[in-house]
């Protein structure tokens, strides 16, 4: 019933690939879920705890100088010369399908091989040790070889001589010292050998599994299985026809007259504001208009303006914030943009996709694929080693000794070579085993020395990546001659090179792309913001159009160098309006005079008047008379005063003096010039127009709410929160010091650790032979004395002319 169920779970997940290479046109990817648990056994007993990461640090490189070992790591390189592994990685694919370049790896690799023969010395020490000891076991055993030229047996026992026997002391005491403490440094450096390799396996499962599954927390990454997911759902939901773009359609056709309304309103505030600006800039006459400094504001008296304070409150308003929503649901998610956004997306969910085939095939199916044999390998080779210490300190320190001592203290005329024969055998063991590991050692360290020098100074760089996309597998496989695939590659670049920022939508261009979400999010949350208040306050409207038909023409005498005038009436003629009668100021409390005011301060009442006041009699005032020449007899302050009366005329008589410029329907702008009625009418004319905006938009803001802050939110609600996932979790910088920590591990701990564990293997190898051939010596001296003694002694018993010496 298991494999039944089992059966119909991958039945419906081969379905599932199938119905999503119909909906995408590629072939799914593959999935790395087994890596999680993976890496969950083999970090538990990881010698290392995994540090905990932030994924917006940065995470600088670590300084050549300031890794640890930094000599030991570049030892190689000084011996070898040039990367020689640099030309097989040249040659040889890191992942399958590019099989055009298998010849020349295979060559290129036999070139290394036979590069690496030299290094082989102590391995083939080993093998030379083994026929060694094979020949002496032979001597052993057969005494025809022991009678032969090289290894001639003695023609009669012979006693040692006290320099042998202070010699032996002396070799003994030497080697057993420098096996012992080479022993216990082969003990230290297999120890590191074996925390770097577990620590490594570690951080390489580690590495691949938050790249590939993600990682909820510290560091907090999406994972490029849920990145291209994601991005898939994104560019469904940004189809044209999908159902999520047709709705945001639909809505924006709904409220298109409340963008009409939300357009017309501003523009026509504008329209106000550009004209009462180009009419209030300066002075007309030495006239100021009153009305357009409290409409545009003063910046020299800090105040704000009607005008301004209406776009303010706009701004301030709900209806600011859904024009906003619209304005970039419209930019983005309509037309071609939408298409480009769309297409952008396709690009990126291609491009990632071949980084995760590229990475997935470098790291997990390659270098990942023999994580359980090197994990049983290194299992094999600690426990090996370990015996092989130990044994080695008790064949120095215990047989070693005992065999010399059981022959200096027999009590027999001949002592017995079997005990110097037993630690000579282990001896060759010893120094056999020891010369193959410190030769395994040297040729392992060497290409893993060299892979470390690759990875770090060439292939992790930033033109690194570029130059072996082939190898890693960073090609578009759809093109014939296999382009490389420049997304991808600024994916690799930003996540796994020294100077990347970690920031994957950035390298595959899609961080402005889907800036929209950003947008649309604070658009959203200023409307919900915003909502509780009314879309438009009618009071501020009305109170323009009220200021507008009271002061639209209070145009107020205030000129920069005032002229000299009679004292007395100084103060009423600076400030007076072009109204012909006195009226109330702005302020409801201070008065304003008129020009039938101001007539009658020239030279008393009925002496002067204006022709457009109302007071009639005496000299009339036009924009042109009295000239100069006729009141040149006056008084100074008269005829100042009669200047500025002829300028008030001339503002109200010149039909050309302001603009009133006409904004059509389609917002375009005529200029024509207008007089002083024609403009205080424009004035009114212009506030009106605004406030029928401005309730226009109440309405029509009142009717939009419900499509624009639920129905289009709603409608974006899953678009939005799949992008907002990409644009905040998925930040890769982190995956660099995984990397390093993997070097580390690896290139930093392990290495050196191999390295100098093979000289440690080495001297301890020297020191045994040392043991071998001393002992050796002790069991041919022994043996030799006791089978010619014991021969020459049945000989004389049985001839009587022979004797032995002893």
């Not at 992790?460 to 190898?471: A, E, H, L």
Request: aromatic letters at 8%.
């Amino acid at each position: 019933q298991q494999q039944q169920q089992q059966q119909q779970q991958q039945q419906q997940q081969q379905q599932q690939q199938q119905e999503e290479t119909t909906v995408t046109g590629a072939a799914p990817s593959a999935s790395y879920g087994w890596l999680t648990l993976e890496r969950t056994e083999y970090c538990r007993t990881a010698p290392t705890p995994v540090s905990k990461l932030d994924e917006s640090s940065e995470y600088p490189a670590t300084p050549h100088e300031e890794q640890p070992n930094a000599e030991a790591r570049l030892l190689v390189q000084s011996y070898r010369g040039e990367d020689e592994l640099q030309v097989v990685m040249q040659s040889c694919p890191m992942v399958d399908g590019d099989e055009a370049s298998s010849e020349s790896c295979a060559e290129e690799f036999q070139s290394y091989l036979s590069g690496m023969v030299l290094w082989a010395t102590p391995a083939a020490a080993g093998i030379v040790s083994i026929l060694i000891w094979c020949i002496c076991c032979l001597v052993a055993t057969c005494r025809c070889c022991r009678r032969c030229c090289l290894c001639a047996e003695r023609k009669g026992p012979r006693p040692a001589r006290l320099w042998h026997k202070f010699l032996v002391v002396f070799i003994i005491l030497v080697c057993s010292i420098t096996n012992f403490a080479a022993s216990l440094i082969t003990f230290g450096y297999t120890g590191d050998v074996s925390l770097g390799v577990n620590d490594m396996l570690c951080q390489l499962l580690t590495m691949a599994d938050e790249t590939l599954n993600g990682s909820p927390d510290l560091p907090k990454f999406l994972g490029v299985d849920e990145g291209i997911n994601r991005i898939t759902m994104v560019r469904r939901l940004l189809d044209v026809d999908g159902r999520a773009m047709t709705d945001v359609r639909a809505i924006l056709d709904e409220t298109a007259s409340f963008a009409s309304a939300m357009d017309t309103l501003e523009m026509k505030i504008n329209h106000m504001k550009r004209v009462l600006t180009l009419v209030g800039q300066h002075k007309v006459r030495e006239h100021t208009c009153w009305f357009c400094k409290s409409s545009v504001g003063d910046n020299a008296t800090g105040e704000l303006g009607l005008l301004n304070e209406l776009m303010l409150t706009i701004e301030q308003s709900s209806a600011d914030a859904m024009r906003n929503i619209q304005k970039a649901a419209t930019a983005t998610l309509t037309g071609r943009p939408l298409v480009e956004v769309s297409g952008a997306v396709q690009r990126g969910e291609s491009a990632l996709e071949t980084f995760k085939r590229g990475y997935a095939g470098t790291w997990v199916d390659g270098y990942g694929a023999y994580v359980s044999l090197i994990k049983t390998l290194e299992d094999a080779r600690h426990t090996v080693f370990l015996f092989m210490c130990a044994f080695c300190v008790v064949h120095a320190v215990v047989v070693s000794n005992i065999a010399v001592y059981q022959a200096r203290r027999s009590k027999a005329k001949y002592p017995s070579s079997n005990a110097s024969m037993a630690t000579w055998c282990c001896g060759f063991c010893a120094a056999t085993l020891a010369l193959l590991f410190a030769g395994s050692l040297v040729l392992l360290a060497i290409p893993v020395s060299e892979m470390c020098y690759f990875w770090r100074y060439d292939l992790y760089t930033y033109d690194g990546v570029s130059d072996y996309y082939r190898q890693v597998g960073l090609f578009d496989r759809a093109t014939p001659n296999k382009a490389v695939d420049t997304l991808a590659v600024d994916v690799w670049r930003t996540c796994l090179t020294a100077n990347g920022t970690g920031d994957v939508l950035g390298a595959l261009q899609l961080r402005s792309q889907l800036d929209f979400q950003r947008v649309l999010h604070q658009g959203f949350v200023e409307l919900e913001d915003k909502m509780a208040g009314s879309v438009v306050d009618i009071a501020k409207f009305e109170l323009l159009v009220s200021q507008a038909e009271s002061f639209g023409g209070l145009f107020i005498l205030d000129p920069e160098d005032p002229l000299p005038l009679e004292p007395n009436a100084a103060s009423k003629m600076i400030g007076s309006s072009l109204d012909p009668d006195d009226r109330e100021g702005p302020d409801g409390e201070s008065l304003i005079f008129g020009l039938n005011t101001f007539a009658s301060l020239i030279a008393g009442k009925g002496q002067y008047a204006f022709a457009h006041g109302t007071a009639g009699g005496g000299r009339l005032i036009t924009a042109t008379s009295p000239t100069e020449e006729e009141v040149s007899g006056d008084l100074v302050v008269r005829q100042n005063a009669l200047t500025y009366a002829r300028l008030k005329e001339q503002i109200l008589s010149e039909p050309a003096i302001f603009r009133c410029d006409v904004m059509d329907s389609s917002f375009q702008v005529t200029e024509r010039s207008c007089g002083f009625r024609e403009f205080r009418a424009a004035v009114l004319d212009y506030a009106k127009q605004v406030r029928d905006a401005g309730v226009t938009l109440g309405q029509e803001a009142q009717m939009a709410r419900q499509l624009i802050a639920y129905d289009l939110q709603n409608s974006l609600s899953q678009l939005m929160s799949e992008v907002k996932a990409l644009r905040e979790i998925f930040m890769c910088r982190f995956l660099w010091k995984r990397w390093e920590d993997f070097d580390t591990s690896l290139c930093s701990i392990a290495m050196p650790a191999m390295l100098n564990g093979a000289v440690a293997w080495m001297v301890l190898a020297g020191s045994t032979l040392c043991l071998v051939v001393l002992h050796y010596k002790i069991w041919r001296h022994l043996l030799d004395n006791k089978v010619v003694g014991e021969e020459l002694e049945h000989f004389a018993k049985k001839y009587g002319y022979l004797s032995t010496s002893t």
